[in-house]
């Protein structure tokens, strides 16, 4: 800043001339600052350097880690950097809300300018609530991640449900076609009501109703089993104790203790207690076998063959596997309370058998509106579909070896597709591109769990446990840089997977609006403490 006016060199760092003067006629006062460090942040790369830092402290800390404005305080004075910039909570706390304000204005803003650019698509949405206390209306677009809705709410009632929608998604070009969320009444009027829309049932609230059923009683009943085989063998360990332990003495005339029928006795109480804890042991295993294959089978291809599983065909795989559940249900005689959660889950079948439909139906009047060759449109249907939807599941799989297998699988059902003779090959490079498009889109369109926003409502409930509270602005502020920050492995946001764009990087856009906060007061000496029974000197 040599050469410049002071009232150029304050508005050149964006401070007052005031805080400008103090820093000059401060600088390397501190003898715990470095003259060079002081001399460094005193320059205009330096006051630079010190906005970045000290924004990306608040971003991290109170955005992303769920921390307070405290830990920014304490980290800029165990840092030092308090000897430059204001660490009070009062100075700090009014950084973190101009903060949340810029990133939440900023995040409208890039909505706004980004949906004007946006193709119109037809969306499948992914509901639920939370309460931390108040009530949280949850919805997110499950194929790009973007939070669609995360507001408080006065109830959760259909009608509040479809008004919050509307206005989250009031300006976008999207058409919501899909529901996913549990089997609450409320979310079902909301979306098959007020939107038309196919309501989607939640795999893992089926499974997890029948893991209610199978899972408390099997484990208990191993528990008990595994009690009875360590009673059985401490039996079994007495009696030939008391045996050995006879035979060390010497005894008078009589009959000894019938010590070879007692252990017989043991070893056959042992091999009973035995059979029936692997009984026990195998039924358990059994149980989360079956809720294994209920997601496995669940699926519009048919993840082994990469064939189509028509709704008549998993309606034979889901109904052998609930003829097992109730022949498990019977041997290890489940409870009332057990049975019910059974039926429970058994009566969404219907529901899981009509979203295959719906999936079908919708996958084939997509592919028809593209006036294909009639080859051509069986390819798409019988093989580019499923080799990608095959893809998206092995992305989604926690096992690499299936990874591996659905992976091979994909590209084996892809190779014919990629040979010069093949028609596909034939088309033009944009044809093929929005080819794969619509494809992609196909097969993105089977949502079969909500468990996206069941993992946002877990980070919600962290940051709510971290606080105590979240107000309006913070949780306006989290959904923004959920939105427009976070990137995933591919270096993408749920923005710019959402609307095909990439918008400017969030944090760089808060550095131009939010200032630095001024410099540290001075602080004065504090008076020493004065023992109150030590006499004074005269």
């Known amino acids: 800043m040599a050469g410049q006016s002071e009232r150029a060199a304050a508005a050149a760092v964006g401070r007052p001339r005031s805080t400008l003067r103090d820093w000059a006629q401060t600088q390397g006062a501190s003898p715990e600052v470095p003259t060079a460090l002081a001399a460094f942040c005193a320059c205009e790369e330096g006051v630079q350097w010190l906005h970045r830092l000290v924004l990306a402290l608040q971003f991290v800390i109170t955005l992303r880690a769920g921390g ?123 979306i098959e009501g007020d939107y038309d829309a196919h309501h989607s049932p939640d795999l893992f609230h089926l499974q997890h109703e029948v893991a209610k059923a199978t899972g408390l009683t099997l484990t208990r009943a191993v528990h008990a089993a595994d009690a009875e085989v360590a009673s059985a063998e401490a039996q079994l360990a007495a009696a030939r104790a008391a045996e050995q332990a006879y035979r060390a003495q010497r005894h008078g005339p009589g009959r000894p203790p019938a010590f070879a029928q007692r252990i017989r006795e043991a070893l056959a109480t042992l091999a009973r207690v035995t059979v029936a804890r692997d009984q026990a042991q195998a039924r358990q295993r ?31 795989r889901l109904e052998g596997i609930w003829q097992q559940l109730a022949g498990l249900a019977r041997a290890a005689d489940l409870p009332a309370r057990a049975q019910a959660h059974l039926t429970k889950a058994r009566r969404l079948t219907t529901a899981l058998l009509a979203t295959v439909t719906f999936f079908f139906a919708t996958v084939q009047q997509r592919v028809e509106a593209l006036s294909l060759a009639p080859d051509i449109e069986q390819a798409v249907l019988e093989q580019l579909i499923p080799a990608l939807y095959l893809e998206r599941v092995a992305a989604r799989s926690t096992h690499a070896e299936v990874r591996t297998r659905l992976r091979a699988l994909s590209a084996e059902v892809l190779a014919p597709l990629l040979k010069p003779e093949h028609p596909i090959q034939a088309l033009d490079t944009d044809t093929r591109a929005h080819l794969e498009q619509v494809a992609g889109d196909c097969a993105d369109l089977f949502q079969r769990s909500s468990s996206a ?86």
């Open 68 to 190: 307070g404005v405290r830990l920014v305080c304490e980290c800029l004075e165990l840092s030092g950097l308090s000897a430059f910039v204001g660490a009070s909570y009062g100075s700090q706390q009014g950084l973190n809300a101009a903060l949340e304000q810029a990133v939440v204005a900023i995040a409208a803003e890039q909505r706004t300018a980004l949906a004007a650019d946006m193709a119109p698509r037809a969306v499948t949405v992914c509901e639920d609530e939370t309460f931390h206390p108040a009530t949280c209306l949850v919805a997110l677009e499950p194929v790009s991640g973007f939070i669609l809705l995360e507001q408080y709410a006065a109830d959760r009632t259909a009608a509040t449900w479809t008004q919050a929608l509307r206005d989250a998604c009031a300006g976008l070009p999207i058409t919501i076609v899909q529901g996913t969320a549990d089997e609450a009444s409320a979310l079902r009027r909301h």
């Open 286 to 316: 059994e149980a989360r076998a079956l809720i294994r294959a209920l997601g496995e089978a669940y699926h519009p291809y048919d993840l082994e063959r990469a064939e189509a599983q028509p709704p008549e065909r998993l309606a034979t």
């Open 453 to 538: 926003v069941e993992g946002r409502n877990g980070q919600l409930s962290l940051h709510h446990h971290g606080r105590h509270r979240l107000s309006d602005r913070k949780l306006a502020a989290l959904t923004a840089v959920h939105n427009f920050h976070i990137c995933r492995a591919d270096g993408t946001t749920a923005a710019e997977r959402l609307f095909g764009h990439a918008p400017p990087p969030l944090f760089e856009q808060v550095l131009a609006r939010v200032p630095l906060p001024p410099r540290p007061r001075r602080r004065r000496p504090r008076r020493s403490k004065v023992a109150y029974l030590t006499p004074l000197a005269a």
